[in-house]
């Protein structure tokens, strides 16, 4: 069951703003990175993914950056909107084995855009 | 994108009985498919990887005869939570890989079912 006193890290940020979402990742030998965005009830949805023999990669209103020294991703949302008030995951792809290729997903952010 | 379907989206079941839910992939073939468990403010954690074929293949503390997995076609998966309890209620999400097994293969998600076991 749920945990006990366990919280998400949230984010609040005015309309308009840039939102910069972070996340730490564990193994280095992970090749590829996803971001998802999940709402309320619903799966989560692939927003932009990098692989790892880059370091940034843009999409519409998206910008994903990779530090593979720290294993650090960043997500930054320019000018944020309502709409994209929801809990944003990273995920790193690593095989076990050299060939099964799974997702481990981090703990999630809560962004929350105010009017 | 790819889409993914998941029956039923919600579903409560007394204590006990056993629950299916059907994960599809409606417009590509997918040999594997993945189901999460996910607690509320929880992220989502693996609980099997899917094939289909072939036997699903378990991640460490999952009870492989609670959450029985069928994947018979390239298009259905099924988990059934077996003499569902209360503390198997949560959020189940499954997704279908499209790709033949590489690092970059994409994975598209269903919507999720809710289960509430009373």
């Known amino acids: 069951g749920e945990s006990v006193g366990l919280h998400l890290p949230t984010l609040s940020v005015q309309e308009g703003d840039n939102s910069i979402i972070n996340c730490a990742y564990s193994?280095?030998?992970?090749?590829?990175f996803i971001w998802y965005k999940q709402e309320s009830g619903k799966g989560p949805q692939f927003i932009i993914d990098?692989?790892?023999?880059?370091d940034k990669r843009q999409g519409q209103r998206v910008t994903v950056l990779l530090n593979k020294t720290v294993k650090h991703l960043s997500l930054q949302i320019a000018a944020t909107q309502p709409g994209d008030s929801a809990v944003y995951f990273c995920?790193?792809?690593?095989?076990?084995?050299?060939?099964?290729?799974?997702?481990?997903f981090g703990k999630g952010t809560l962004l929350t855009v105010n009017p | 994108g790819a889409v993914v379907s998941q029956h039923p989206s919600r579903v409560i079941c007394k204590s006990g009985t056993s629950v299916k839910i059907e994960c599809r992939s409606l417009?590509?073939?997918?040999?594997?498919m993945f189901w999460y468990r996910q607690f509320p403010k929880q992220s989502l954690m693996l609980m099997a990887t899917?094939?289909?074929?072939?036997?699903?293949?378990?991640e460490q503390g999952v009870e492989k005869d609670k959450f029985l997995i069928n994947h018979a076609s390239l298009t259905l998966s099924t988990l059934t939570v077996t003499s569902a309890h209360p503390e198997d209620s949560s959020f189940y999400i499954c997704?279908?890989?499209?790709?033949?097994?590489?690092?970059?293969?994409?994975?598209?998600f269903g919507p999720g079912t809710r289960l509430t076991v009373l």
């Open positions: 997704s279908a890989r499209r790709g033949s097994g590489g690092a970059q293969d994409t994975q598209y």
């Open positions: 193994n280095s030998a992970s090749d590829y």
């Open positions: 990098i692989r790892s023999n880059m």
């Open positions: 995920a790193e792809n690593a095989a076990e084995g050299g060939s099964n290729y799974k997702l481990t």
């Open positions: 417009d590509f073939q997918a040999t594997t």
């Open positions: 899917s094939n289909e074929g072939s036997k699903a293949t378990y």
